[in-house]
T-cell receptor
Framework: QQQVKQSPQSLIVQKGGISIINCAYE??????FPWYQQFPGKGPALLIA?????SEKKEGRFTISFNKSAKQFSLHIMDSQPGDSATYFC???????????????FGRGTSLIVHP | DADVTQTPRNRITKTGKRIMLECSQT?????MYWYRQDPGLGLRLIYY???????NKGEISDGYSVSRQAQAKFSLSLESAIPNQTALYFC???????????????FGPGTRLTVL
């Protein structure tokens, strides 16, 4: 059972363009939605995260948009750069207060290539 | 993340062999995890440990075992390796006690395992 569905599996964007990666979740108990960035030969690292009490969070060129009613969230990378080429994972987790353990459920990942 | 180290970084082994992957961390985190990454399947949780005396199975624990030798060390064993265990393996930690979100995962650099 795939609790977090991520699309597309791969994405090619030209330098300066906008990269958009989408995720959908099923468990309404999820209360934390992070995105991880993984460069080749490295482990994933936290990029940006959002809680469901806000609809958008922006950090530099990276923005998370969150739609609680649709149970969807997305990562937007503005002015995409070749250095953004990496695999991106969305994830969702929930706290003990909601019956969870904070352990994230990951999407299957999106391989982003930004051409110069 | 240099605070989470994994050895070996690459390993080629034969079907039926026993192999151990090791993880050490200097972050002082209490929680440690083992994930497996396969193309198109994302990150799947194998085992996790909330402290030295606590070991839990994850989504795909069959064929694997773990040992938490100390707060800083968590090893993953394949008792009898098979080709479909060929994958990229990541160790991760999380900190339950700090002010940061308790579910944030800090990944090691990974071990690429090939079973022939």
């Amino acid at each position: 059972q795939q609790q977090v569905k991520q699309s597309p599996q791969s994405l090619i964007v030209q330098k300066g363009g906008i990269s958009i990666i989408n995720c959908a979740y099923e468990n309404t108990a999820f209360d934390y939605f992070p995105w991880y960035q993984q460069f080749p030969g490295k482990g994933p690292a936290l990029l940006i995260a959002i809680r469901p009490d806000v609809s958008e969070k922006k950090e530099g060129r990276f923005t998370i948009s969150f739609n609680k009613s649709a149970k969807q969230f997305s990562l937007h990378i503005m002015d995409s750069q070749p250095g953004d080429s990496a695999t991106y994972f969305c994830a969702a987790s929930y706290s003990f207060a909601s019956g969870g353990s904070y352990i994230p459920t990951f999407g299957r990942g999106t391989s982003l290539i930004v051409h110069p | 993340d240099a605070d989470v180290t994994q050895t070996p970084r690459n390993r080629i082994t034969k079907t039926g062999k026993r192999i151990m992957l090791e993880c050490s961390q200097t972050k002082g985190h209490d929680r440690m995890y083992w994930y497996r990454q396969d193309p198109g399947l994302g990150l799947r949780l194998i085992y996790y440990s909330f402290d030295v005396k606590d070991i839990n199975k994850g989504e795909i624990s069959d064929g694997y075992s773990v040992s938490r030798q100390a707060q800083a060390k968590f090893s993953l064993s394949l008792e009898s390796a098979i080709p479909n265990q060929t994958a990229l393996y990541f160790c991760a930690t999380s900190d339950y006690t700090s002010g940061a979100y308790k579910g944030t995962q800090y990944f090691g650099p990974g071990t690429r395992l090939t079973v022939l």
